[in-house]
């Protein structure tokens, strides 16, 4: 287990690791400017390939922090099984909440999609901002990875990406019951949440032709945010993750 010293070392993730590796761009405004690193200083770079690389700051340039690698481990906090979630399309910035709480749980994909009843939108900006919290989110959990963050433009697209997972699921409020057991849960995970106006009784169906297993959250009537990251940590929880 790694010590609180070593929680403290700041990480940053780069397109690809060699002996020595510059931050550029958006971590290399966040380490000069907004951490104040500087040559000396140690930091963990991160590629995505789910290796950590030790290195230490060894020049400054304009616009750039060289780093020198000075050893690599593999990451410890991925999970064991892929869970990805599909989540529709939230208004304000509950997309965003989802995708950051869905990074901390463990999720190695994170699917936006539109349905019948969406009543938010999406664009390149608003996918840059959710891969730029999925990637904040990912550093503050010391993970090794951040989740792929997807757009589709309609439901039948993101169910249609889920072939290779064992489990579907799909979270519906007029679902009468449970058709899988979360607590037996072994095996890859995919998991649909609808929007604010949740889903129509024809894409529920569409959902059950797909292989898609119907479930219920309970009695009461949750937040479409509340479902997303209520379903994800009960799914981590019964695959082991957050034991």
């Known amino acids: 287990m790694r010590s609180a010293v070593d929680m403290t070392i700041r990480r940053f993730f780069v397109d690809a690791v060699a002996r020595e590796t510059a931050l550029t761009g958006e971590e290399y405004?966040?380490?000069?400017?907004?951490?104040?690193l500087g040559i000396g200083d140690e930091v963990v770079l991160l590629d995505g390939s789910g290796k950590e690389y030790d290195a230490v700051i060894c020049r400054?340039?304009?616009?750039?922090?060289?780093?020198?690698?000075?050893?690599?481990?593999?990451g410890e906090k991925e999970p064991q099984t892929r869970v990805k979630l599909l989540a529709g399309a939230l208004k304000?910035?509950?997309?965003?909440?989802?995708?950051?709480?869905?990074?901390?749980?463990?999720v190695t994909e994170i699917g936006i999609f539109l349905s019948r009843f969406s009543s938010a939108y999406m664009n390149e900006n608003k996918l840059e901002r959710?891969?730029?919290?999925?990637?904040e989110a990912a550093k503050q959990c010391l993970r090794s990875r951040v989740p792929e963050i997807v757009f589709y433009a309609n439901l039948s697209s993101a169910l249609a990406s889920c072939g290779g997972y064992v489990n579907r699921l799909f979270a519906c409020e007029f679902a009468e019951k449970s058709d899988a057991d979360l607590?037996?849960?072994?095996?890859?995970?995919?998991?649909?949440?609808?929007?604010?106006?949740?889903f129509s009784e024809e894409e529920f169906a569409m959902a059950q032709d797909s292989g898609f297993a119907g479930i219920t959250l309970g009695r009461r009537i949750l937040r479409a945010e509340t479902a997303a990251?209520?379903?994800?940590?009960?799914?981590?929880?019964?695959?082991?993750?957050?034991r």
Request: aromatic share 2%.
């Open 229 to 242: 990251i209520a379903l994800t940590a009960v799914v981590m929880f019964a695959l082991g993750e957050l």
């Open 29 to 36: 405004a966040h380490a000069k400017n907004v951490l104040r």
């Open 60 to 74: 400054a340039e304009k616009g750039a922090l060289f780093c020198n690698v000075v050893g690599e481990r593999p």
């Open 92 to 106: 304000g910035d509950k997309t965003e909440l989802i995708v950051q709480k869905a990074t901390e749980l463990g």
């Open 130 to 135: 959710l891969k730029k919290v999925a990637r």
């Open 183 to 198: 607590a037996a849960l072994h095996g890859s995970c995919a998991l649909v949440v609808g929007s604010e106006g949740g």
